[in-house]
């Protein structure tokens, strides 16, 4: 059974959530500290992620409304090629945007506090790009088709 971690990357805060393909439910995982440098937050993620077996990564991909990719989305890209390799699973790239609008709307019927729900956002983020995935990709555990993303 397939298991699939998501990854909102940051320079701050690292979102991560997970699924297997057997239940294709999502779940936040938590969020690491961004050390805004690239092997060390490789190597943050992959702490986390090493006491599950992993098949496929999904980052999130900060795209511009216009499809383009800026800077933070280059820098993603660079930290998804070197997960990839650290990891020695495929990464599949995900349009996250909006991702964190999403995650903002699932907290604010909450009666946490604004500190605490930024502490949570960015993991329900992930949690938000690794549904989508799979909902688009009913192979891999989803529920629907969508566009593709990757």
């Given at each position: 059974?397939?298991?699939?971690?998501a990854?909102?990357?940051?320079?701050?805060r690292i979102?991560l959530?997970?699924?297997?393909?057997?239940?294709?439910?999502?779940?936040?995982?938590?969020?690491?500290?961004?050390?805004?440098?690239?092997?060390?937050?490789?190597?943050?993620?992959?702490?986390?992620v090493?006491?599950?077996?992993?098949?496929?990564?999904?980052?999130?991909?900060?795209?511009?409304?216009?499809?383009?990719?800026?800077?933070?989305?280059?820098?993603?890209?660079?930290?998804g090629?070197?997960?990839?390799?650290a990891?020695?699973?495929?990464?599949?790239?995900?349009?996250?945007?909006l991702?964190?609008?999403?995650?903002d709307?699932?907290?604010?019927s909450?009666?946490?506090?604004?500190?605490?729900?930024?502490?949570?956002q960015?993991?329900?983020?992930?949690?938000?790009?690794?549904?989508?995935?799979?909902?688009?990709?009913?192979?891999?555990?989803g529920a629907a088709?969508?566009g593709?993303?990757?």
């Amino acid at each position: 059974m397939p298991r699939y971690i998501a990854i909102d990357y940051g320079t701050k805060r690292i979102g991560l959530a997970s699924a297997d393909s057997a239940v294709g439910v999502t779940t936040p995982l938590g969020v690491v500290a961004g050390r805004n440098d690239l092997a060390a937050d490789v190597d943050a993620v992959l702490a986390v992620v090493a006491d599950y077996q992993v098949d496929t990564l999904v980052v999130g991909l900060p795209l511009n409304m216009d499809d383009t990719e800026g800077p933070q989305a280059r820098a993603t890209r660079k930290f998804g090629e070197e997960l990839a390799r650290a990891a020695g699973v495929p990464v599949h790239y995900w349009d996250e945007r909006l991702s964190s609008f999403a995650a903002d709307e699932l907290l604010a019927s909450t009666d946490l506090s604004r500190a605490k729900r930024k502490a949570i956002q960015d993991s329900l983020a992930a949690q938000v790009i690794l549904q989508a995935y799979l909902d688009a990709h009913p192979d891999r555990g989803g529920a629907a088709s969508a566009g593709e993303g990757e």
